[in-house]
T-cell receptor
Framework: TQLLEQSPQFLSIQEGENLTVYCNSS?????LQWYRQEPGEGPVLLVT?????EVKKLKRLTFQFGDARKDSSLHITAAQPGDTGLYLC??????????????FGKGTKLSVIP | KAGVTQTPRYLIKTRGQQVTLSCSPI?????VSWYQQTPGQGLQFLFE???????NKGNFPGRFSGRQFSNSRSEMNVSTLELGDSALYLC????????????FGPGTRLTVL
């Protein structure tokens, strides 16, 4: 059973278009992270959202954490070829004292065509 | 500051063999986590080591094991390899707790024939 569902799985768009990627779950998370992974490299952390309803902006990227802390979205404005990559969300369940559970979605593969 | 390094980058083994992968964390980082990434299952957490002790563990069989040395370097071992173990194995390091911020290495691509 996949705890975190990401959609769409694949996305191919033209440079300059906007897009939204979704990360959904039936579980409540302590926090949620978004990563981008490029071919031949490991994932790179983009942002961590912690509070329900939180919105964080990173240049053209806007991240939102759902009010119930079960889902999140990533919106990219005016996509550029450099945004191409695999976008991963990861839900964190923090049990305290260094104990936690970290679950990744399967990712959204984004291609931005010049 | 050097990033996380993993060796080897590519590895080919046959079923039944065992394999050891190595990870050197960023200097000063005490936590090292291991992940398996496959097209079908995505990125899955294997285990995390902190100060030479396994602190967290994912849902993988006992064939997957690891250890951490006093200099924070870590190794991961897979015994009795199966075809399904073919994957990209990623290591990540963090100062204290991975859920705050962790830095990934480029991974080791393991192919089991």
């Amino acid at each position: 059973t996949q705890l975190l569902e990401q959609s769409p799985q694949f996305l191919s768009i033209q440079e300059g278009e906007n897009l939204t990627v979704y990360c959904n779950s039936s579980s409540v998370f302590s926090s949620l992270q978004w990563y981008r992974q490029e071919p031949g490299e490991g994932p790179v952390l983009l942002v961590t959202v912690v509070t329900g309803g939180e919105v964080k902006k990173l240049k053209r990227l806007t991240f939102q954490f759902g009010d119930a802390r079960k889902d999140s979205s990533l919106h990219i404005t005016a996509a550029q070829p450099g945004d191409t990559g695999l976008y991963l969300c990861a839900g964190v369940k923090n049990s305290g004292a260094g104990s936690y559970q970290l679950t990744f979605g399967k990712g959204t593969k984004l291609s931005v065509i010049p | 500051k050097a990033g996380v390094t993993q060796t080897p980058r590519y590895l080919i083994k046959t079923r039944g063999q065992q394999v050891t992968l190595s990870c050197s964390p960023i200097s000063g980082h005490r936590s090292v986590s291991w992940y398996q990434q496959t097209p079908g299952q995505g990125l899955q957490f294997l285990f995390e080591y902190f100060s030479e002790t396994q602190r967290n563990k994912g849902n993988f069989p006992g064939r997957f094991s690891g250890r951490q040395f006093s200099n924070s370097r870590s190794e991961m071992n897979v015994s009795t390899l199966e075809l399904g173990d073919s994957a990209l194995y990623l290591c990540a390091s963090s100062l204290t707790v991975p859920i705050n911020e962790q830095f990934f290495g480029p991974g080791t691509r393991l192919t089991v024939l």
